[in-house]
């Protein structure tokens, strides 16, 4: 098994991505060179430099420090979210897709939620709650609960009709045994692959809202209020949008890879 990952060219490289933006988060202290909330206004707007290396920003702050601490609040928003969506994603998905009384009441509320732009329904829910890091991850676990829901119902309603249920039922098991013992194993697949593309998509959500000024408040460095800063220095100042950009596009472009290698790993019918 360990042999068929490493053969997959998705995976190694998605991986390889994000473990270099894991270890760029912990160890953020030793690897940017200065306080990334440190201003020094007679350095403002410094271009890269053997002294700074991303240049610095409009208030004489390093930008390859702010960039590097951005990587921590960016990648915990993300995996929060991720976490707790697949959490209750996964318990209304199961949910819904074994009991049918259920499945119309949670498929529906569902169905409403979705029928909202993702960003559109963040920016509300933010607006509602007020810009901070915690409440970034509540509005955006709020937003992709539905679709992670979605993805298991669909695989709940797939398994429960095996004939090895049939036959836990008529031997006497319990709703709870079904759903834990033979439900929730065949459900981990596509639950661990719709995590990867719901991590993505919420370090997106995370940038834009912070762009808009409603996610990470300010002077907290993440990429999407580095980008903010940058919005109206892009011609006289370009690098302050090029590498915050860069490490969103390199971070999603490492989880959307994985995403896609675990699938054709974990699903057999993309093996034919």
Same mark, same amino acid.
């Given at each position: 098994?360990?042999?068929? &990952? !490493? ?5 190694v ?5 994000? =473990? /270099? %933006?894991? $270890? @760029? ?65 996964? &318990? !209304? ?11 119309? =009441? /949670? %498929?529906? $509320? @569902? ?32 937003v ?30 319990s ?15 596509? =639950? /661990? ?37 940058a ?14 950009g ?27």
């Amino acid at each position: 098994m360990g042999t068929a &990952i !490493l053969r997959n060219k998705s995976i190694v490289i998605g991986g390889t991505l994000l =473990l /270099i %933006m894991l $270890i @760029a988060a912990a160890a953020a202290p030793w690897i940017a060179p200065a306080d990334p909330l440190k201003l020094a206004v007679m350095d403002r707007l410094s271009p890269p430099s053997a002294q700074h290396w991303f240049g610095t920003d409009d208030y004489g702050r390093d930008v390859f420090s702010r960039v590097i601490y951005g990587t921590r609040i960016s990648l915990e928003a993300g995996a929060y979210t991720a976490a707790l969506t697949m959490v209750f994603g996964l &318990i !209304l998905g199961m949910l819904a897709g074994y009991f049918k009384k259920l499945d119309h =009441l /949670i %498929m529906r $509320i @569902a169905d409403g939620m979705m029928a909202f732009p993702s960003l559109l329904l963040a920016i509300a829910i933010m607006a509602a709650l007020g810009p901070s890091k915690f409440n970034v991850v509540i509005a955006m676990t709020i937003v992709y609960i539905p679709r992670t829901t979605r993805v298991i119902r669909s695989a709940v309603l797939s398994v429960k009709e095996y004939e090895y249920i049939e036959a836990a039922r008529a031997l006497g098991a319990s709703h709870g045994r079904i759903l834990i013992k033979y439900i929730l194993p065949n459900s981990l697949s596509p =639950l /661990i692959v719709q995590t990867t593309f719901t991590f993505a998509y919420a370090i997106l959500a995370e940038a834009g809202l912070s762009f808009l000024g409603l996610g990470t408040p300010p002077p907290a460095p993440s990429w999407g209020n580095i980008l903010s800063d940058a919005r109206n220095l892009m011609y006289s100042a370009p690098w302050l949008a090029l590498f915050p950009g860069f490490a969103i596009s390199l971070t999603v472009l490492g989880l959307n890879l994985l995403g896609d290698g675990l699938r054709d790993h974990l699903d057999p019918r993309m093996k034919i």
